[in-house]
């Protein structure tokens, strides 16, 4: 494992899981439209070169239409509309949700997750007051565990690095891959093709361009 481009990887993942666990876990505010509008968000979002990574360009330049000088207030409405309610999340933002039939929260799909994150020695922000699989709570755990993996090889703790890459590329497989791409067009469907919508499809590709490279990583 070549250490100077394994530390380049793992601070990039850091960053953009970082950021999207912002996004999707509370409602925004000056700061979090400061960072999605920086140079240096695009130079990460376009650090790693895959078959993907001009779409994902496209994604992230898609958000800044909707970023530069927006109506903050707005925003967050919409934030509240989309995540929280008052009143039905049509688009809903829960995994077991759109992986079932019946359309109902706290079913036994949820056991696992819940499995999965204290394995992996960390409860998500917000437990135990949002449910398990909301989409803000896998992006958080992620960005959990691609903070450890980067810690992990600050140390030159190989075999914690590919623990953590290893847990995330099975949280991506098992979990937010098999449904974020319904949830982004759930969100565009249900409230148009703005910011939120916009920056779910970004996820889903970050997610996905990650999983490959993860793949290469640990084999």
Request: glycine fraction near 6%; charged fraction near 25%; aromatic fraction near 10%.
């Amino acid at each position: 494992m070549d250490s100077e481009n394994t530390l380049l990887v793992l601070s990039n993942r850091n960053y953009l899981y970082g950021m999207l666990a912002r996004v999707f876990a509370a409602e925004p505010d000056e700061t979090l439209l400061q960072v999605v509008a920086l140079d240096h968000t695009r130079l990460e979002l376009g650090l790693i070169d895959n078959e993907l990574t001009e779409s994902i360009l496209a994604a992230y330049d898609a958000i800044l239409e909707t970023a530069v000088g927006a109506d903050l207030p707005r925003l967050r409405a919409e934030y509240t509309a989309i995540f929280i309610g008052p009143g039905t999340c049509k688009a809903y933002p829960w995994e077991s949700v759109h992986l079932s039939d019946t359309k109902a929260l706290f079913q036994a799909e949820l056991l696992p997750i819940r499995d999965t994150y204290r394995a992996a020695g960390f409860l998500p922000a917000r437990y135990p007051h949002v449910q398990d699989d909301f989409v803000g709570l896998e992006l958080d755990f992620l960005a959990k565990l691609a903070d450890a993996a980067l810690q992990a090889c600050e140390l030159d703790d190989e075999a914690t690095v590919m623990e953590r890459l290893e847990q995330s590329r099975g949280f991506l497989n098992e979990h937010l891959l098999r449904w974020i791409d319904s949830l982004a067009d759930s969100i565009e469907r249900e409230y148009g093709n703005g910011f939120y919508a916009r920056f779910t499809k970004l996820a889903a590709l970050v997610a996905r361009r990650d999983c490959a490279i993860l793949t290469e990583f640990v084999g």
